[in-house]
């Protein structure tokens, strides 16, 4: 029957809607540890463009500190522009899949926490460069030349991921999605704890301050739901999470640590170029973790994911570039990807 024949003539109540479908009217009660993440994401809503931007004077720097800096936020945001529709797509699976009321409300916030930090990287390339462009403006140096083809570089890899997302995204179950999401988070917290530590403007101190206790708040989020649902997981799943791992590391090493050659396109001279920047930037009082600093940082990352799965048994798999042991995955594809920060 299709939904234009009228039937309400014919009988006292409707037919069943078939579920389930993405339209739930009713809220499912639960897991009451993701209240309070709830009633703290509510409280520490946040705006960027509330934060001290007038205390900034880019004319402060010279024009190689601003590109070398302007580059780094580019580069962040080729990793930031992707969780709003990641995460957006994620909610609109937890209504599809009627999940409890609270978990759609702390999607919801995860959705809306990634938008601001994706807006955040808009103003500070803005601040730094003048742009709202930062692949199309027309740099002042000969490194911010050569940084811009390293975006451009950078963005060619992100778009690829983002079309396997896409496809993708319906064959996963939620639980497999929080792996992944859950790397992301533990990464991205440590990272920007440290930024807030280690630059020496105010609005980009606040700013990374406020960016790390949302990561934090999203950890809680993937960690509450992964307690859920991961004794109950099947195998196939769990070699799923396994695998999702590997590429969610040769993925995010891009931004948190150095892209793995094999598994990024990028032209030779891009490490060489984007090592140099992040030293000019480091002196302007940016603190970007140097190589070793990364390393570290990224392997302690590393090591507490694994931590969480191996509670529930699932294997870890080996990333030899940071000394973890572990199952050998090698058939990670481009199109395995979810693109998580
Ligand atoms: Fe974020
Ligand atoms: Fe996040």
Redesign the pocket.
Known sequence: MTHREKIAHLQEFPPETTQPNIYPLSWPAGMPKMEEIWASAQREQWDPAGLPWSSFRADKYTWEQREAVGYWWTLLSAF?AS?PPVFASAFVKTYEQHEDDVVRRCFFSVTR??HV?EQVCKLAIQAWLGTSDPLAYEPKTELGRRLQKNARWLFYNGGRYWEGYTHALPDYDLAVLFSSFLMGEIA?ATIFHQLAARCVEPVFQEAFRK?GR??GRHMGICLALMERDYPKLDHADRKLITKQIRAGYLYLSAVLFEPSPDFWDLPEDFIATQREAEEIARKAGFGVPDYEAKKQNWRRAMLNLKGVLDRYGIPFPAIPEVDITGEEVTDVDIRDIVPV?
Do not use: L
Request: no cysteine; charged share 50%.
């Open positions: 930031d969780a926490d990634e930090h991205a960016i949302d990561e920060f």
